[in-house]
């Protein structure tokens, strides 16, 4: 019989919601380096989730639902020690194992903890599918950037360019950040426009 709490027992369950929601408010560290806006914690996430899929599927290998849960988890702590940029990182050692542990404390998900400390060692292919997925959504983003007029993707393009030769642990991550280099980020919605879906538009 499935054991359900009683009213007013998911108060910390609610209150990780509300959590979870504020990261949309949360820019990534790296808004004061690039001097516009980029996507928030809550956004990186969810395409982190989609990549993350996606190269286990390549690799045909990973177990999908533990990759989920990582890829759900792997910065959800942000919320409470704050994202620290590539600069930041030298000097600053954030307690995330700590925040995650208070934040799904009480709450209906104890198993996340246990996914996010696997994810945290690297020691199973679900942790570095993950980590793949993490890298490589940073690159769509700088894409975006470049696309929108930043001048700052390129001259990155060194650093990410070691990111895919000494970082990324799976042949498929690899594949892919190969493809987002010459990828066109306007392909998907200039192929699906109505000028070229409707034949009638227009007249």
């Avoid at 990534?28 to 001097?35: D, N, T, Y």
């Avoid at 998900?109 to 997925?133: C, G, M, N, T």
Wanted: aromatic share 8%; charged share 35%.
């Amino acid at each position: 019989m499935r054991m359900t709490k009683k009213s007013g027992e998911h108060s910390r369950d609610i209150e990780l919601l509300y959590e979870m929601g504020s990261l949309a408010c949360m820019d990534r560290g790296w808004r004061q380096h690039f001097g516009m806006k980029v996507e928030s914690d809550l956004e990186h996430m969810y395409r982190v989730v989609w990549l993350a899929l996606l190269i286990a599927r390549m690799e045909g290998s990973g177990d999908e639902a533990l990759i989920m849960k990582m890829a759900l988890m792997h910065d959800l702590a942000e919320s409470r020690t704050g994202d620290a940029s590539y600069v930041q990182k030298v000097y600053v050692t954030a307690d995330e194992d700590r925040s995650a542990s208070d934040m799904l404390a009480g709450t209906s998900f104890p198993d996340f903890y246990d996914a996010f400390a696997r994810y945290e060692k690297r020691d199973s292919i679900e942790a570095k599918l993950v980590k793949d997925a993490d890298n490589l959504e940073v690159d769509l983003e700088l894409k975006e950037l470049e696309e929108r007029g930043s001048l700052l993707p390129k001259k990155l393009a060194d650093t990410r360019r070691k990111v895919r030769d000494e970082k990324l642990y799976t042949k498929s991550a690899k594949e892919l950040w190969d493809a987002i280099q010459v990828s066109d980020v306007s392909s998907w919605h200039r192929a699906a426009n109505k000028w070229v879906k409707l034949p009638h538009a227009g007249r």
